[in-house]
Structure formats: C-alpha cells, structure tokens
C-alpha cells in the first residue's frame, strides 16, 4: 500500500507586501512553488528528492508534515488527507528539518528529546530507551547531557535527526540531513536510514548530496521550478556521477565543474 | 488524559529548568519588584493619608491594582515571548508536526505561563503586605474565584496577542497598545471614576476594570462572593465571550499561516 500520495498538489506562494511598508521597495506577487505534481511512495521505500534550489523539495515534506496546506489537490499519509486530518498525520511523520536551531537552548540535548517525545506521545514507560537509541544512532550519547546552546552545527543537525526518529514514525521525512556532518556520521547515518527502510519506514529524503542519493535511494523524484522532471528508480550499483549526470541532463544545468571536483563532489 | 498531563508536565519541566538557568534574570526581578513598590509606598506617602480611593488606604489600593495589571500584562507577554521564540528559533514549525493539537499546546504552556505569574504575583502582594505594611482584609474564596475568572480573561488576552503575532508578526505593538490602555483605563492607579464621562463608560468595557474591582474587593474589603456577585457575573460574562473568541481566531491564524507559509516569520 501506499503511504504517502500526492494528487495534483499545486503550492503558490503569494507575497503581501509588510504591513505599514511606506518606505520599503516590497511589491506583492507569487511564486509557485509546486504545480499538478502526483507520485506516491510505497512502505519501506527510500524516495529521493533531487532538484536546484527553489525546486519545491522543501515544500513538499512540509506538505507532508502539515506545517503548510495545499492550494489544491490532496495529499494523502497512510490514507488521511493532511488537511482533514492534520493530526493522524502527524502521528505518522517524522521531520527533521534544516534549521538547525530548533530547540531550547537552556536545555540538554536529553531533555529537549524528551520534551518533544512527550508531545508526540510516546508512551513515558518506553521513553528512555527510545532516546538512548537514537543518541546512540546519531553519535550523540556523550553529550546527551550538554546544553544545546553549547552544539555545533552538525552536533544540532543530528539532534535533528534524533527528535524525529524518537516517535518511531512511519513516514520519515529529512531536509538534507548529511549537510554538516563530518564523513564518519554521515556513513553512519546511512545506515540508519537503510535499515528504517527495512522496518518499513518510508523516507523522502531531499537532498543536493548524488553520492546520498545512490547509495540510500531506492528512486528519485528531480523537481525543476515546482515541476516533476523525472521518477524513475535509482538502480543498484549506480555511481553518483550517473546520478549526477542524468541530473545535469534533465534540468537542462550547465555543470561547470572541473573533474577532480565532481569526484569530490559524489564522496560522502 | 494521561497524554495530556504528561504534556503538561514536560512543559513545565522545561519551563522551570529554562528558568532555573537564567538565576541572575530571577533576582534582577526580585529586586524590581521592590523598587517598583518602594516606589508606589512613597508615592502614596507624598499624596497623604487623606486620598481613600473606594474607602481603602491609598498604598493596598495601588497594591493590588499594580499587581493584578501586571499579572495580566506578564501573561500576555508570556504567550507573545513564546510565539516569538518559537518563531526566531525555529521551534514554531517543528511543534506544530507533534501529536500535540496546536489548541492543547497552547493551553498547556499557557498553565505553565500563568505558574510563574501567579508565583510573582504572590510574591508582590506578599512583600506589600510584609514589609511596607499594607493593610489588608482578605475573603479568601472570593479572592480564589476573581482569580480562576482574572485568568481565563488573561488567557483569552494572552491568545488574542499571540494570534497577532502570527497574523501581523506585530504582536509587541499590540501588546504595547493593549497594556498602555489598560494602564490607564482600568483603575490600576487610580479609581476609574476620576476618568471623564465618555473615558469612565468605555473603562467599564474593559474586563480588567472588574478584575482589578474584585481583587480589591476580596482582598481589601474582605467581601463574600455573594456581595460581590454582580462583579463575579461580570467577569464570567467576559471570560464565557472572549476564551472561545480568542480560540477561534488563533485556529484561523495558525490555518492561515499554514496556508500561506509564514507560521515562521516574525
């Protein structure tokens, strides 16, 4: 069955002007930011969402996770629309985003895990163990006691990671979660995300990073300006310069750099 | 209902611990709070024994009206700090992905909001009492009831200003707007009666007239709850109207936001 489905989903931003802007140069007008875009993602299946900057990956798991509605068209989690029942959603999805500070600083990485879980419910007696289990899955375990306000920036991206794991969802969603992880994280992080989707755990995973994409995605979705150019399965054993390549040639992007830096560019 | 205290505590907990850790914020306030009323004895002093706003002594008068103002003007800003935390932080976006329906969210903190107001409220009237040596005659009942009615009020005025965060990311002018007419419509200085005509009827228009009203009543006078039923009635009217006003408008707000993206800015 299919966890997650798009139908027709459109998304316009409009923008209004401030509010009492007699000195600024702001000017109303829209962007659209997804347009008619249908695919649907199967249980236990690692769906990749490749594009350019302003594409509507961003924008699509926020749909998912209900922070934002659609202007038209349906989106479906585990067979409930995320407008009429916003909070069956909820229960189902995991975010974590790409802010980085989302959390209460005056608080340790544990206990701002904790607060959280407590919203999401899950049940007090099985709590502590959760959060050992995803400290330990994000290599957090020795500063499980530390104030968030004293983090880095990766320490707080895998907290991220870490809070939307923590309520066991059955659809997880990650906004470039590798971005500030060193090379050994992310390996590690990988792993994690293959073996949720064993579980089966449905994960939409935008990224920017091809060697991610090939080796945890089972199929990419490429959006160019809110449009679905592609979806096709990644197969097994392709390399991130395919990846890399099949995305250049699609959106029509010119890559400019030289070949010592794609190589670079596709390790982890 | 086990979900929703659970809830309840982690907010508190996390309240209390963020507030544990600013301990100099804590006695910077204290010590305000002892200047501000070392200020008003004085005041008091200044204008003599023979002003008796309401047959009360003028220093218990400005006492209990400085200190339930605060309370209400303390918890709206509370809402408003924590709209716009959440907001600055990020914390906005990803508490409106929990289980947690945003209405039960909002209730929830705001208990935890109103825990420390009321603390400091306590501790106001306490220090007025125990070292500047107001008298006081107090129905303990009473002062319970205008309480439980005073913070239903405070909590649709805190919502009301939390919705204009998200709906306008103004919320601080409102508040400023809000605070600075009840500060002078409400009687918190001086009787409302002193007012012009026109000023005095649209002072009777303000919930926290019949808030400040009560407390002075229950806390002063020592007033029953049926002597000062018409106040209570008042005050309940107010709360029946303006809770589920205010709950309604924060849902469209946040529905909004969600429909047009900007439940994070500020």
């Not at chain 1, 316009?12 to 997804?34: D, I, K, Q, S, Y």
Request: glycine share 8%; hydrophobic share 50%; net charge positive.
């Amino acid at each position: 069955m299919d966890r997650v489905v798009f139908e027709s989903v459109r998304k316009v931003f409009r923008h209004h002007p401030a509010l009492f802007n007699w000195m600024g140069r702001e000017r109303g007008g829209e962007t659209v930011a997804l347009e008619n875009l249908s695919f649907s993602a199967p249980a236990g299946q690692v769906l990749v969402l490749l594009g350019p900057n302003g594409s509507g990956k961003t924008t699509a798991l926020k749909l998912i996770s209900t922070i934002l509605l659609p202007d038209a068209g349906t989106v479906w989690v585990d067979g409930c629309d995320t407008v009429k029942h916003a909070r069956r959603v909820r229960q189902q999805v995991g975010i974590a985003v790409a802010t980085e500070r989302s959390f209460f600083p005056r608080l340790s990485a544990r206990e701002n895990l904790d607060f959280f879980a407590a919203l999401d419910e899950v049940p007090p007696r099985d709590r502590r163990a959760r959060i050992d289990s995803v400290l330990r899955d994000t290599g957090l375990e020795e500063q499980a006691d530390t104030l968030v306000m004293k983090f880095s920036s990766g320490m707080y991206q895998r907290l991220g990671i870490a809070r939307a794991l923590v309520k066991r969802p059955g659809v997880l969603l990650l906004d470039e979660p590798t971005r500030s992880l060193d090379a050994g994280t992310t390996a590690h992080f990988w792993t994690t995300v293959r073996a949720l989707a064993g579980q089966p755990t449905t994960i939409l995973l935008a990224t920017h990073n091809f060697a991610e994409a090939a080796t945890v995605g089972d199929r990419l979705l490429l959006l160019r300006r809110g449009r679905l150019l592609a979806d096709r399965p990644v197969r097994a054993g392709e390399s991130a310069e395919a990846l890399r390549s099949f995305y250049f040639h699609m959106t029509g992007e010119v890559d400019e750099a030289p070949g010592a830096i794609r190589r670079v560019e596709t390790l982890p | 209902m086990r979900s929703t205290v659970d809830k309840l505590r982690a907010i508190l907990r996390r309240d209390l611990l963020t507030a544990i850790r600013h301990r100099s914020g804590f006695a910077m306030t204290l010590i305000g709070v002892f200047m501000e009323l070392a200020a008003f004895y004085f005041l008091s002093r200044a204008i003599g024994p023979g002003f008796r706003p309401g047959g009360v002594e003028y220093f218990p008068f400005l006492l209990v009206g400085t200190g339930v103002y605060t309370f209400f003007v303390m918890s709206a800003q509370a809402f408003l700090s924590s709209v716009q935390e959440a907001q600055q932080t990020g914390t906005m976006e990803v508490l409106m992905t929990t289980s947690t329906e945003p209405a039960e969210l909002v209730v929830l903190s705001s208990i935890s909001a109103f825990a420390g107001n009321l603390v400091s409220l306590g501790v106001y009237l306490l220090a007025g009492v125990a070292v500047f040596r107001a008298s006081i005659h107090v129905d303990v009942l009473s002062c319970f009831v205008v309480l439980i009615l005073s913070i239903v009020i405070a909590l649709a005025l805190g919502i009301v200003v939390a919705t204009m965060q998200i709906t306008l990311q103004k919320g601080s002018a409102v508040l400023w707007l809000l605070s600075s007419g009840l500060w002078f419509l409400s009687g918190a200085m001086f009787p409302s009666e002193s007012l012009p005509r026109p000023l005095e009827l649209l002072a009777h228009l303000v919930p926290l007239t019949y808030a400040i009203e009560g407390m002075r009543m229950a806390l002063l006078q020592g007033r029953s709850v049926v002597a000062m039923a018409p106040t209570l009635a008042i005050l309940a009217a107010f709360g029946a109207v303006l809770l589920p006003l205010a709950m309604g408008g924060l849902s469209l707000s946040l529905r909004r936001a969600r429909r047009r993206g900007t439940l994070s800015f500020y």
